[in-house]
């Protein structure tokens, strides 16, 4: 049998055994059918539980409430960020996000290691500031 599979954003069409092809058909289905179960049941309220766990597939937990809280959220995060000078948000942003030491970035930075800890200690504490002046909700 005769497959077409997508490989690194190319199809690639490939000779197989039946059992192969029968299993990648059912494997198939099985993907299309929970696709249309989760699409039925959006918010996870009512899909069915024991299908999430016998097919290894989570349902989608995040409802457009939750989806609306995090995006402000990140827009407050962003705009703290925004009061931050431009050096300290990227040395922040590459410790933060890239997980690069202070030596690393000061490398990139072309700065010392002591400058990229002093410009996070000062988004650290712009960012506590931001926390213990909010409303709590």
């Known amino acids: 049998m005769e497959v077409t599979i997508n490989?690194?954003?190319q199809a690639v069409t490939m000779e197989v055994t039946?059992?192969?092809?029968?299993f990648?058909?059912?494997?198939d289905?099985?993907?299309e059918n929970l696709f249309h179960e989760q699409r039925r049941h959006w918010d996870g309220r009512e899909f069915d539980e024991y299908i999430i766990t016998t097919e290894g597939?989570?349902?989608?937990g995040e409802t457009p409430e939750e989806y609306l809280c995090r995006m402000e959220t990140l827009g407050e995060l962003m705009?703290?960020?925004d009061t931050c000078t431009e050096a300290?948000?990227?040395r922040f942003l590459l410790y933060a996000l890239e997980g690069l030491s202070y030596a690393e970035i000061?490398?990139?930075?072309?700065?010392?290691?002591?400058?990229v800890r002093d410009s996070i200690i000062a988004v650290r504490k712009i960012f506590k500031d931001f926390f213990e002046n909010r409303p709590h909700e």
Not at 18 to 22: A, Q
Not at 24 to 27: N, S, Y
Not at 57 to 60: K, N, S
């Open 7 to 9: 490989y690194n954003g």
């Open 18 to 22: 039946l059992e192969v092809y029968e």
């Open 24 to 27: 990648l058909d059912r494997a």
């Open 29 to 31: 289905h099985k993907t």
């Open 57 to 60: 597939v989570g349902a989608y």
């Open 79 to 81: 705009a703290v960020l």
């Open 88 to 90: 300290q948000r990227r």
């Open 106 to 115: 000061g490398t990139i930075c072309g700065c010392s290691k002591y400058s």
